[in-house]
């Protein structure tokens, strides 16, 4: 169940990423040359619910939906911490003598 969700988590993350790089700026092009309308755009009225702007907020849901399931999840399996996963190995080195 863990690991599903992981995978899920994982793919979101790399989803939202590429959907919001494919959405254009408003007004984007226009503001660079002084012009357009690049400030009207605050004030302007909401444009149309697209596809690629309701995959965004999907995405951007499922990507809130499983950080909180990993975290509970994560919660019950007693590791308060990523950090207490890790097993660091212990080495002892011996002092080096440099009295010769």
């Known amino acids: 169940m863990y690991t599903l969700i992981l995978v899920i988590h994982f793919l979101a993350c790399i989803l ?10 408003k007004g984007s092009a226009a503001g660079i040359f002084g012009g357009g309308g690049g400030s009207d755009a605050l004030f302007a009225g909401p444009t ?5 702007n309701r995959f965004t907020a999907v995405v951007a849901i499922t990507l ?11 919660a019950k ?8 996963n890790v097993k660091v190995p212990v080495t002892q080195t011996q002092p080096v003598n440099n009295n010769k």
């Open 16 to 25: 939202l990423i590429l959907s919001v790089l494919m959405q254009s700026g």
């Open 48 to 52: 149309a619910f697209n596809f690629l």
């Open 64 to 74: 809130f939906c499983t950080s909180i399931t990993l975290t509970v999840l994560t």
């Open 77 to 84: 399996r007693g590791a308060s911490s990523v950090v207490d």
